[in-house]
C-alpha cells in the first residue's frame, strides 16, 4: 500500500479502536458486577388488594407517637377508644398533637406543649373513626390516630 492509502485505512480505524475501546471500558463494569459473589437484595413484595394494617407502636406498653426530625412517628397510629397515647418528643424544638376538627368538635384532642427532649400524653377520641391531627408551632408536621 502507499503511504496515501496506509495514512487513509489509519485515520478510519483509529475512530473504530476508541469506539471498541471505550464500548469495552464502559461495558466491563457491567461485567464485573453481574459475576460478584454478594447476595441479591429480595425482590420486592407483589401489592396486596387488602386494606392497610395499623400496627401500634409501645412504649412501655402504650401506644406511643414520636415527634422526631419534625414529623410524627408513626403516621398513622391505630388506638382504642379513649385510650391514652404516650409522646415522646425527641426534638429539641417545643411540639403539639392537636386534632385537626378545632376545640369546637365533639372528638377533638390537644396535648398542650410539649416541649424539646421531653414527653407527655393525649387520649383518643371515644368514637371509632380516623382523626388527623397537626403541630401548632410547625403546620407541616401531619399525622392521624385511626380509633378502632
Known amino acids: 500500500m502507499s ?13 473504530n479502536r476508541l469506539i471498541g475501546s471505550l464500548a469495552l471500558a464502559l461495558s466491563l463494569p457491567l461485567v464485573v458486577a453481574a459475576c460478584s459473589s454478594s447476595p441479591k437484595a429480595p ?5 396486596s388488594n387488602s386494606a392497610a ?7 412501655n406498653g402504650a401506644p406511643t407517637i414520636t415527634m422526631q426530625n419534625f414529623s410524627f412517628s ?18 429539641s424544638a417545643p411540639h403539639t398533637v392537636t386534632s385537626d376538627a378545632g376545640v369546637a368538635a365533639k372528638d377533638s384532642f ?5 416541649a424539646g427532649g421531653s ?3 393525649v387520649t383518643a377520641p371515644m368514637d371509632p373513626g380516623t382523626y388527623t391531627y397537626h403541630c401548632k408551632f410547625h403546620t407541616f408536621m401531619h399525622g392521624s390516630i385511626k380509633v378502632t
Open 53 to 59: 394494617t395499623f400496627v401500634p407502636v409501645t412504649h
Open 3 to 15: 503511504k496515501a492509502k496506509n495514512a487513509r485505512y489509519s485515520e478510519t480505524i483509529k475512530p
Open 74 to 91: 408513626p403516621g398513622t397510629i391505630s388506638v382504642t377508644p379513649g385510650e391514652v397515647i404516650k409522646l415522646v418528643n425527641k426534638d
Open 119 to 121: 414527653s407527655g400524653t
Open 43 to 47: 425482590a420486592p413484595k407483589a401489592a
Open 110 to 114: 390537644d396535648s398542650g406543649t410539649v
